[in-house]
T-cell receptor
Framework: GAVVSQHPSWVICKSGTSVKIECRSLDFQATTMFWYRQFPKQSLMLMATSNEGSKATYEQGVEKDKFLINHASLTLSTLTVTSAHPEDSSFYIC???????????FGPGTRLTVT | GDSVTQMEGPVTLSEEAFLTINCTYTATGYPSLFWYVQYPGEGLQLLLKATKADDKGSNKGFEATYRKETTSFHLEKGSVQVSDSAVYFCALSSRGRYDKVIFGPGTSLSVIP
């Protein structure tokens, strides 16, 4: 149980375009989902916390107008990278916390490459 | 701010060797400590956790003890297997702010037959 999926697993887009990444909790409801970014050989960096039905809370230094997060249901959160640039190329990982639990379950990640 | 440091990898061991991956942390208050594992092509999985000083977390033969005096949470396993090859992340979650998990950089482990 407690499976989180991400789609797509990898995506290549051109500079200036936008790309949407989906995070789904497959067998549980998640009031809270998290979005992380991971650079090669570096730690996971929390970008934002999204709560179902409300605005996401962004970490310091993360541009909320660039990384749009929507958590429209208890099983789906989306991250949209707007006007992507090569420096946005990274590995994006989401996690979901089941309602009433203090544990997080992680998705497999999405590799974004901006050309 | 809070941070986690862990030993640089990659680490390569022969099957049945003893494993230690060092982890130290900096935090205000009394954080909860975690080890996560990421197998190739999969998401992060919680391996074990400890929520207070002197607690020992254990799972799948892995152990780690919360040492407040040395601010450490070293991961150990007595006999590694090829299937243990993965990236291991030490992490903390500050008490009172359970939402925010801070990760170390990860240590890649390769176990060879």
């Amino acid at each position: 149980g407690a499976v989180v999926s991400q789609h797509p697993s990898w995506v290549i887009c051109k500079s200036g375009t936008s790309v949407k990444i989906e995070c789904r909790s497959l067998d549980f409801q998640a009031t809270t989902m998290f979005w992380y970014r991971q650079f090669p050989k570096q730690s996971l960096m929390l970008m934002a916390t999204s709560n179902e039905g409300s605005k996401a809370t962004y970490e310091q230094g993360v541009e909320k107008d660039k990384f749009l997060i929507n958590h429209a249901s208890l099983t789906l959160s989306t991250l949209t990278v707007t006007s992507a640039h090569p420096e946005d190329s990274s590995f994006y990982i989401c996690s979901a916390r089941p309602t009433g639990s203090d544990e997080q379950y992680f998705g497999p990640g999405t590799r974004l490459t901006v050309t | 701010g809070d941070s986690v440091t862990q030993m640089e990898g990659p680490v390569t061991l022969s099957e049945e060797a003893f494993l230690t991956i060092n982890c130290t942390y900096t935090a205000t208050g009394y954080p909860s400590l975690f080890w996560y594992v990421q197998y190739p092509g999969e998401g992060l999985q919680l391996l074990l956790k400890a929520t207070k000083a002197d607690d020992k977390g254990s799972n799948k033969g892995f152990e780690a003890t919360y040492r407040k005096e040395t601010t450490s949470f070293h991961l150990e396993k007595g006999s590694v297997q090829v299937s243990d090859s993965a990236v291991y992340f030490c992490a903390l979650s500050s008490r009172g702010r359970y939402d925010k998990v801070i990760f170390g950089p990860g240590t890649s482990l390769s176990v060879i037959p």
